[in-house]
């Protein structure tokens, strides 16, 4: 049984079935059976695409296959239809993007074509009220709270860290932690995106693709966008001067069938929107970086979906950094992962052309290197043979041509997709790789000494320790016993000389020679040697299903604290010093949300890290992906 199938397979088992455009989430039904360890066998049949020999399934086969099994440019690839729901394919061909193209289509075929994709019926979904519209004096826009934020990472260097004095945040008033509102995202199983802030607003994407612009003191909203699928990166606020009125600051994100959005951050209005690749199968997950009027933009793709059919021509995709003028979206560059192109290799046993080098993914958001005027990207595998030297690798880009500057590879020899541990496994790699990716982002740190390295966490458990100026490793420390979903999934924090590093290391059906650790650890930037260590105490109940132990998500440092969501729900902070846990809220319950309904919490997971700003701390919880419990809860306390 080959582990990563066990990971894609279970995400999409959970995810919505769907469509062509915009996106929505359906209703949870989670398996049966363990929630701890789902067997590849038993997830493989639910990765099935539906029967195109039915009424609803010829109506799709003449109108929509050509494109959208096709590989035709900006139309997503069936496969990736599979993260949208009933709803949102109908408003896609109705009144969407789709609109134009199914004008020869009767309503009922329309819904038809929704419910076969979708694989249910149109308003099934979950259903929670949308936030009051603002007004009056929360409606308006504060010139004078420019965003300290800088991106996914809050800083240049992707440190995760806030000073106290920004956060409002220290030992002595977190006891004082109290809820001011909740949200609960209508129709959504998972909170992904990293709340931004700025302007007196929290702008943050969700599930159902809708980006919102809450004004932080009530929770009410100052504007709402609709993007065509799920936002799960962050939103990223270009700064302006304190007290310029004549300010316009923009909003960037992208959504997960690769569509970049730049919007007027007072309005909501869209300025310019790009796709940064055409392949068919792209996804943006990472959080763009911005720098001097640049943004820079990682690609990503599912590739490795389609490609576990026999028929499917694997691979092509490489993925990339790409950069943009931030103002009006013209395109200046885009650095590839993999410098040659996908070629035709060999003939698989269907008699089906195989292509490669492929993959090397950005799932991350860059780094932004000053000093040096590079960025840093962490890559995934590759997804057909052979294997290259840049994937499950570290590569720097020269900001200004987007060049490599040098490239650290963690793993040689890793080739995967979908294909691999199914029973028809014509696809799959010869390689057939453990896939470690680089699925967290690097960040720069400075040990007390006063040297500079990038550090890039793998889901390998292995903590990397590299030589900006040559991409040469200086350290490496094996934190974790690493594994599918294990490891450094999301993202580290660094602060005075110490990385803090949270462990996933939950279990996924295969057998390790080393037990799990998962937990909270301190390292010595100067040598990776430990400072501290907290292991992860298993709390979950015996009948809270896919409630595991461990640190998946993103976490925040902010001088004497660490705030870190676990896959059990629970919101904790630690003592920098100690590892000692100084407060601990268990966020799997339901609250109260804005307008009436429950906000529902649940497992802490991807790139969405705590937020914390005068005396508030914004979070999301609610992870229904890869086996961790769902949720839909925008969660904003205040510390008196």
């Not at 720069?444 to 900006?468: F, M, R, T």
Request: charged letters at 20%.
């Amino acid at each position: 049984m080959h582990t990563k199938t066990s990971f894609v397979i279970s995400w999409l088992a959970i995810s919505v079935l769907v469509g062509c455009s915009e996106q929505e989430a359906s209703k949870f039904e989670p398996p049966t059976g363990s929630p701890e360890i789902v067997a590849v066998e038993e997830l493989a049949s639910d990765f099935t695409l539906a029967d195109t020999s039915t009424s609803a399934g010829k109506i799709y086969t003449n109108n929509c296959a050509s494109c959208h099994e096709q590989g035709l440019h900006r139309a997503p690839h069936r496969a990736m239809l599979l993260l949208m729901s009933p709803d949102s394919i109908y408003r896609a061909l109705a009144e969407g993007v789709m609109q134009s193209q199914s004008e020869s289509l009767s309503d009922e075929d329309k819904v038809a074509v929704s419910e076969f994709l979708g694989g249910g019926k149109i308003g099934d979904m979950t259903a929670s009220p949308e936030p009051a519209q603002c007004k009056d004096k929360s409606n308006q826009f504060d010139y004078n709270e420019p965003p300290v934020f800088q991106g996914w990472g809050l800083t240049q260097a992707s440190t995760h860290s806030i000073p106290a004095e920004t956060a409002g945040l220290n030992k002595k008033n977190i006891a004082s932690l109290k809820l001011k509102w909740a949200f609960a995202f209508p129709g959504a199983l998972r909170t992904r995106s990293q709340p931004a802030l700025a302007g007196g607003a929290i702008y943050v994407g969700s599930h159902g693709g809708t980006v919102y612009a809450f004004d932080r003191e009530t929770g009410c909203a100052r504007w709402t966008f609709a993007a065509s699928a799920e936002v799960r990166t962050g939103i990223v606020i270009s700064p302006w001067d304190e007290g310029d009125k004549s300010a316009e600051p923009m909003a960037y994100f992208g959504d997960l069938i690769g569509n970049l959005y730049a919007l007027n951050a007072i309005t909501g209005a869209l300025k310019w929107r790009a796709r940064p690749d055409e392949h068919p199968t792209t996804t943006l997950t990472g959080t763009p970086s911005l720098h001097q009027g640049v943004l820079y933009v990682p690609v990503s793709s599912l590739e490795v979906v389609p490609a576990a059919e026999p028929d499917y021509e694997c691979c092509h995709f490489r993925g990339s950094v790409v950069a943009y003028n931030a103002r009006t979206g013209e395109q200046k560059w885009q650095g590839f992962t993999i410098p040659e192109k996908s070629t035709a290799k060999t003939l698989n046993a269907a008699g089906t052309q195989n292509y490669g080098p492929s993959g090397a993914p950005v799932w991350n958001s860059p780094a932004i290197d000053v000093k040096r005027n590079q960025l840093t990207i962490g890559t995934g595998e590759n997804y057909s043979s052979p294997a290259s030297g840049e994937s499950d690798a570290v590569i720097a880009f020269d900001l200004t041509t987007g060049n490599v500057n040098w490239v650290y590879q963690a793993t040689t020899g890793d080739a995967w997709n979908t294909a691999c541990g199914r029973k028809d496994d014509t696809n799959c790699p010869t390689e057939d790789g453990p896939d470690f990716d680089f699925g967290a982002g690097t960040l720069l740190a400075e040990d007390l000494d006063g040297i500079d390295y990038v550090i890039g966490g793998q889901k390998s458990g292995v903590v990397h320790a590299i030589d900006p100026d040559t991409g040469k490793v200086v350290w490496q420390t094996k934190v974790g016993r690493g594994g599918i979903h294990a490891g450094v999934y999301f993202g580290m924090a660094t602060d005075q000389g110490r990385l803090f590093v949270p462990i996933s290391d939950t279990p996924d059906g295969r057998e390790y020679l080393e037990p799990a650790r998962p937990g909270m650890y301190a390292l010595d930037l100067r040598n990776g040697e430990y400072i501290w260590e907290s292991p992860a105490e298993d709390i979950c109940r015996e009948d809270q299903q896919y409630c595991q132990p461990g640190y998946p998500a993103a976490i925040t440092v902010i001088d004497q604290i660490v705030i870190a969501g676990s896959n059990d729900g629970h919101l904790r902070i630690f003592d920098v010093e100690t590892g000692q846990i100084l407060w601990d809220l268990d966020t799997a319950i339901e609250f109260d949300s804005l307008g009436g309904g429950k906000a529902k919490g649940g497992s802490f997971g991807g790139g969405a890290a705590p937020i914390a700003f005068k005396s508030q701390l914004i979070v999301n919880s609610g992870y229904g992906f890869a086996g961790k419990m769902p949720g839909n809860a925008l969660l904003v306390f205040e510390a008196k």
